[in-house]
């Protein structure tokens, strides 16, 4: 039974270690890399399209290598918003303000939340790397850590995880941010382009879609049936992806469904530390994690009610009693077992200009210690492993299932 909604409100560097998809994307012919990916030279005669130097952004369908499994990646613009909310939007909290001017460059992002059918491939990894290394293969050292990730171990419980659905094509829920943060990383590795989480800041002008109203539809929670999963009409738990209307960047299920993991972490204050800064790019809008407990998660679930879809609202994650039914020490860092993380997933983004390695990997490797504590005493106690992701992983997979 769902619970009812409440009122929300609110160091070791691991890091060493929208609508028309018809158009799809080309490699260019003089720049084969895969940050071409989704560009082309010629305006197409239709569909979306953002121009920049030297090209044009366009939709493309991500296959993940060594699967049928498929991920549909649109153009956003870049632009200039006010970030937060008003003094004078109905349930604002003061977290959300104060409002402040952010840039946002052009970046691709995920259609839809990851869904289970894009997840399970993430899922299936930790077999795979207990048999390389029960194989010897594929060895993880500190000479390639950096190339490594974790994968999920599996569910204490999936009965309880999965009591909201589990299809193909509903959005996978019980996620941590590491195990996000892994998720990103796995999909950068085997197909050479750079997946992350979002900003919060990139968070909310993509869901904004260009609006500054409560919700990407307008003022009025009135119409969210029309757009979102969420309590009242959810009845069945879990939607199925891009079956609402979407926003105006034609993305589906940024209000509702399952909340969404932003790489920020959560601040009473707001954004009162860069107000006096402004204007920034949302890419520097960022509290970076020090803990695990109250980072930002943002659009609301069908867990919740319809004033908490709208997109400056602001759900900081609490680890504890989101792990409240897990049974193990330490708790998971992969997965939650309990209200409110049973409504918590993610979605992916890429920016148009691939990032430094030392900022990407703030957006793949967990910033907090009490994450790495978590991961390292799980690995010691054989309840993890390390595997590589490269280009050669998914051949690798296929030589040990012959």
């Known amino acids: 039974m769902k619970c009812l909604s409440p009122r929300l409100t609110a160091t070791t560097a691991f890091a060493l270690a929208l609508l028309c998809l018809s158009c799809q994307s080309t490699v260019l012919a003089d720049a084969p890399d895969s940050a071409r990916v989704g560009i082309t030279q010629e305006k197409p005669a239709d569909g979306p399209s953002v121009e920049i130097e030297g090209g044009y952004m366009i939709p493309y369908t991500l296959k993940i290598p060594g699967t049928d499994v498929t991920i549909d990646m649109v153009p956003v613009p870049g632009g200039t918003f006010k970030f937060g909310s008003p003094d004078d939007e109905a349930d604002r909290e003061d977290s959300e303000g104060p409002q402040i001017e952010v840039n946002v460059d052009p970046m691709w992002v995920a259609k839809t939340e990851t869904t289970w059918g894009q997840y399970r491939e993430y899922m299936k990894l930790y077999a795979v790397f207990k048999q390389f290394e029960a194989n010897g293969v594929r060895a993880v050292d500190d000479t390639n850590k950096v190339d490594a990730i974790t994968a999920p171990t599996e569910l204490y419980d999936p009965s309880f995880t999965y009591e909201y659905g589990e299809e193909d094509d509903q959005p996978a829920v019980t996620i941590t941010q ?90 009473k204050d707001g954004y009162q530390s860069f107000a006096d800064k402004a204007p920034l790019n949302a890419i520097d809008v960022v509290a970076w994690p020090t803990m695990s407990t109250e980072c930002v998660i943002r659009g609301g679930s069908f867990l919740m009610d319809a004033e908490q879809l709208r997109s400056a609202f602001r759900l900081p994650s609490d680890d504890e009693p989101w792990k409240g039914d897990d049974p193990n020490f330490p ?38 210690e009490d994450v790495v504590s978590d991961v390292e005493s799980r690995i010691m106690g054989g309840r993890g492993g390390w595997g590589l992701v490269d280009p050669e992983l998914p051949a690798a997979i296929e030589a040990i299932d012959k």
């Open 178 to 267: 590491y195990s996000a943060q892994q998720f990103t990383k796995w999909l950068s590795g085997v197909t050479g382009q750079q997946f992350r989480l979002p900003t919060e800041a990139e968070w909310e002008y993509t869901a904004r879609g260009g609006t500054d109203s409560a919700y990407s539809w307008g003022d009025s929670a009135d119409d969210a049936d029309d757009y979102a999963w969420y309590f009242d009409n959810s009845d069945d738990g879990l939607g199925v992806v891009a079956t609402k209307e979407p926003n105006p960047f034609g993305l589906y299920d940024m209000h509702g469904n399952a909340a969404e993991w932003t790489m920020n972490q959560f601040t």
């Open 331 to 368: 708790r998971s860092p992969w997965w939650f077992t309990s209200d409110w993380g049973r409504g918590i997933g993610f979605r992916i983004f890429r920016s148009h200009k691939p990032l430094d390695k030392e900022l990407i990997t703030k957006f793949w490797e967990p910033n907090a």
